[in-house]
């Protein structure tokens, strides 16, 4: 799922060949600490872009909280982001996992969670930045618990994690059309730990994270083939506008490989997503192309999964 979620130039050190060694190392220790307030100056100057644009657009969606219908609600959120730019691995930049909020640079799986937390905050009345930050602390990692082993790697963890805090329900009726079922083989980090820089010199999250994969192994999810997705009128009645897509894959030691938003339009139902794809602009995009158009070009995703935002308050 985070699916399966740089460089600064040294261009000066040509520039300090000139003078004596303690001149050279007096120059290159005021460079790297101008480098160290320009990047902590940048750093809180994100954060509070990101704190202002998420209570401006709270305070801009309160009041609609009784005008608009959860469907309507939530694709008005995830409208929201159109235009911002896909960008991979945000929340791995660090070297210890903190809680990353970037709503300037987004993969398929933050963008989920970034829209879902404005909109568990709404259907709370909440319109605080920390009341977003902790919605999304709860949806990213398991219970709530803030580690790299207990980030919601895989979607299999994130939907049960999250349907276990009472965020959504994972909906695999009726049959048709879901009609497909998937037994979960699920080791991709385990296996290939070298390239991620969280999981390379830590054995024991290794270990921690192999074994709630092999926890996972072996269980069997239901799934609407792609084949289905051309009966519109079955699929009207159990996909809703603002579903949470997950598209299925045949790749080995994974679950599935993108995530979005359901929405219905005139010529059948398409994914609200960010997109990593140069047709799309490498952006959250909602594309032209139906879904079903969209994995008829993709072997390797055989179909989708559904799951269902729940809300108390919103209606």
Same mark, same amino acid.
């Given at each position: 799922?985070?699916?399966?979620?740089?460089?600064?130039?040294?261009?000066?050190?040509?520039?300090?060949?000139?003078?004596?060694?303690?001149?050279?190392?007096?120059?290159?220790?005021?460079?790297?600490?101008?480098?160290?307030?320009?990047?902590?100056?940048?750093?809180?100057?994100?954060?509070?872009?990101?704190?202002?644009?998420?209570?401006?657009?709270?305070?801009?969606?309160?009041?609609?909280?009784?005008?608009?219908?959860?469907?309507?609600?939530?694709?008005?959120?995830?409208?929201?982001?159109?235009?911002?730019?896909?960008?991979?691995?945000?929340?791995?930049?660090?070297?210890?996992?903190?809680?990353?909020?970037?709503?300037?640079?987004?993969?398929?799986?933050?963008?989920?969670?970034?829209?879902?937390?404005?909109?568990?905050?709404?259907?709370?009345?909440?319109?605080?930045?920390?009341?977003?930050?902790?919605?999304?602390?709860?949806?990213?990692?398991?219970? %709530?618990?803030?580690?790299? *082993?207990?980030?919601?790697?895989? &979607? +299999?963890?994130?939907?049960?994690?999250? =349907?276990?805090? $009472?965020?959504?329900?994972?909906?695999?009726?009726?049959?048709?059309?879901?009609?497909?079922?998937?037994?979960?083989?699920?080791?991709?980090?385990?296996?290939?730990?070298?390239?991620?820089?969280?999981?390379?010199?830590?054995?024991?999250?290794?270990?921690?994270?192999?074994?709630?994969?092999?926890?996972?192994?072996?269980?069997?999810?239901?799934?609407?083939?792609?084949?289905?997705?051309?009966?519109?009128?079955?699929?009207?009645?159990?996909?809703?506008?603002?579903?949470?897509?997950?598209?299925?894959?045949?790749?080995?030691?994974?679950?599935?490989?993108?995530?979005?938003?359901?929405?219905?339009?005139?010529?059948?139902?398409?994914?609200?997503?960010?997109?990593?794809?140069?047709?799309? %602009?490498?952006?959250?995009? *909602?594309?032209?192309?139906?879904? &079903? +158009?969209?994995?008829?070009?993709?072997? =390797?995703?055989? $179909?989708?999964?559904?799951?269902?935002?729940?809300?108390?308050?919103?209606?």
């Amino acid at each position: 799922m985070r699916t399966i979620r740089f460089f600064l130039p040294l261009a000066m050190l040509a520039l300090l060949s000139v003078g004596n060694a303690t001149t050279t190392r007096t120059v290159r220790h005021a460079s790297a600490l101008a480098a160290e307030k320009h990047s902590q100056q940048g750093t809180k100057k994100a954060a509070t872009t990101d704190a202002d644009r998420i209570e401006r657009l709270l305070a801009d969606l309160l009041p609609l909280r009784s005008k608009l219908s959860k469907e309507d609600m939530i694709l008005k959120v995830a409208r929201h982001f159109i235009g911002i730019p896909y960008v991979a691995h945000t929340l791995d930049r660090n070297s210890e996992e903190t809680l990353v909020v970037n709503t300037r640079e987004m993969d398929c799986t933050t963008y989920l969670e970034n829209v879902i937390a404005v909109l568990l905050c709404v259907d709370r009345n909440q319109s605080r930045f920390s009341d977003f930050t902790r919605m999304l602390q709860s949806i990213r990692y398991r219970q %709530g618990h803030l580690s790299y *082993e207990n980030r919601l790697h895989y &979607y +299999q963890w994130w939907v049960t994690d999250n =349907q276990q805090m $009472g965020f959504v329900k994972e909906i695999e009726t009726p049959n048709p059309p879901f009609t497909a079922t998937q037994r979960l083989k699920i080791n991709y980090m385990s296996e290939n730990y070298k390239s991620y820089d969280m999981l390379r010199n830590h054995p024991k999250r290794v270990a921690a994270l192999k074994k709630i994969e092999d926890q996972t192994n072996g269980t069997v999810v239901r799934y609407i083939p792609k084949s289905q997705l051309t009966n519109t009128a079955l699929l009207r009645k159990v996909v809703r506008n603002g579903d949470i897509i997950a598209i299925t894959t045949n790749k080995r030691n994974l679950d599935t490989t993108h995530l979005g938003f359901a929405v219905w339009h005139s010529d059948g139902l398409h994914l609200l997503n960010a997109s990593s794809l140069k047709k799309n %602009g490498r952006q959250v995009v *909602e594309p032209k192309e139906t879904l &079903y +158009q969209y994995l008829m070009q993709r072997q =390797q995703n055989p $179909g989708i999964r559904v799951a269902r935002l729940i809300f108390d308050n919103l209606c």
